[in-house]
């Protein structure tokens, strides 16, 4: 175990619904990230929270918005829901120092009917 | 951006056969490298990294890898594979200072008894 959680495990939406995700950092860590792994894929940079403020984003819409809270916990939300959006949603938590490793939680999967 | 490539993405093999895993990434500058695992039902966990020094690398579970800058490649080899390293392997990169990790489409493991 890792020290990430993350809830819920599973998850089914209608498309045009939104949906938020939540992850809890490993003691200590001060970074969350957030990604997209599709099915065959591998995990694709959403973005990443540091210091409860947005520190980098990949190639995803503004639909995808998260937040971070003062105990470094995070939310991934998604507005107007789309089939495409079916994927595991991975949360990973870093800490406070460069050059280190990520610590990944088990996963969100999203299914988008 | 960084990229990376896997190659080879179903590998099946047996018992005691060695592995080898390829990976190459394209970004000019200093990066960190990473192997992640995933095992059926599991999170990702690191298998190994990267960050500066010696290039052979060596990991949990008897894997290594070798870093060669001229090439641009990370290849993750164990020299007796075990019917618990059936799994799914991803290559990861990050740009030193940043924690973004850019994944490979990941090389799916199967070790038949």
Known sequence: ?????????????TRGQQVTLRCSSQSGHNTVSWYQQALGQGPQFIFQYYREEENGRGNFPPRFSGLQFPNYSSELNVNALELDDSALYLCASSPPFQNTEAFFGQGTRLTVV | AQSVSQHNHHVILSEAASLELGCNYSYGGTV?????????????????????????????????????????????????????????????VNAQGNNRLAFGKGNQVVVIP
């Open chain 1, 1 to 13: 175990e890792t020290g990430v959680t993350q809830s819920p495990t599973h998850l089914i939406k």
């Open chain 2, 32 to 92: 960190n490298l990473f192997w992640y695992v995933q095992y059926p039902g599991q999170h990702l966990q690191l298998l190994l990294k990267y960050f500066s020094g010696d290039p052979l690398v060596k990991g949990i579970k008897g894997f290594e890898a070798e870093f060669i800058k001229s090439k641009f490649s990370f290849n993750l080899r164990k020299p007796s594979v075990q019917w618990s390293d059936t799994a799914e392997y991803f290559c990861a």
